[in-house]
């Protein structure tokens, strides 16, 4: 393991997990769901497949960032709000990954609010870019044919990606945006436990 890479991708988790509004909202939220989130013991950086960023191990309830290949903090933080989505899934819905329409599902969700959210403005660029990395993740943990994935992403897709837990609405490119949503989250999680 390159011990600078390592170094790298760990600084970079942690301007990510201090400067990103999306991923403080989803750390947030985890906390909120009796998921309490420790960054030293849910975040590891290693050396990767060339071709992954990164990954979700629900067996250790872990994080994988890609440490040779999420060199900058962009990638790092676009890997880790990804990754925990998917962490937020296993943990609210009990998420199956080795089910094969729920781990579509927990595709959709990653790539509606993180990848794909720069072409929410264009709304079948973002449905076609929702569709494609779903079914691309889901081809390549299950071995399958993106075609038979897709058609797994294709059932249920309508209501996967109508789920915007914990946003609560979809999460837009701009950094004012997501500010927006991570303040809007706090105050609807005040209200929903000030009705408890």
């Known amino acids: 393991m390159d011990e600078k890479e390592r170094?790298?991708?760990e600084?970079?988790?942690i301007k990510a997990l201090s400067s990103s509004p999306r991923i403080r909202l989803l750390v947030q939220a985890?906390?909120?769901s009796g998921c309490p989130f420790l960054p030293s013991r849910h975040i590891d950086c290693s050396p990767c497949d060339p071709s992954l960023s990164g990954g979700y191990d629900d067996q250790t309830n872990q994080?994988?960032?890609?440490?040779?290949n999420c060199t900058t903090a962009s990638k790092v933080e676009a890997t880790l709000s990804h990754e925990l989505i998917h962490m937020y899934d296993f943990c609210t819905a009990e998420i199956d990954f080795k089910n094969k329409r729920h781990l579509a599902c927990s595709e959709i969700r990653a790539a509606t609010h993180t990848s794909c959210a720069k072409f929410s403005m264009d709304f079948w660029s973002f449905q076609d870019c929702v569709q494609t990395k779903a079914?691309?993740?889901v081809a390549w943990v299950n071995k399958i044919e993106e075609k038979e994935a897709r058609e797994i992403v294709k059932s249920v897709?309508?209501?996967c990606f109508n789920?915007?837990?914990p946003f609560g609405r979809r999460n837009l490119p701009s950094d004012s945006k997501s500010k927006t949503l991570c303040s809007e989250y706090l105050l609807y999680n005040r209200y929903k436990k000030s009705k408890e």
């Open 7 to 9: 170094q790298n991708c």
């Open 63 to 68: 994080v994988i960032i890609c440490s040779n």
């Open 157 to 159: 897709f309508e209501k």
């Open 11 to 13: 600084i970079n988790v």
């Open 163 to 165: 789920d915007l837990e």
């Open 30 to 32: 985890l906390n909120n």
């Open 135 to 137: 079914s691309r993740s």
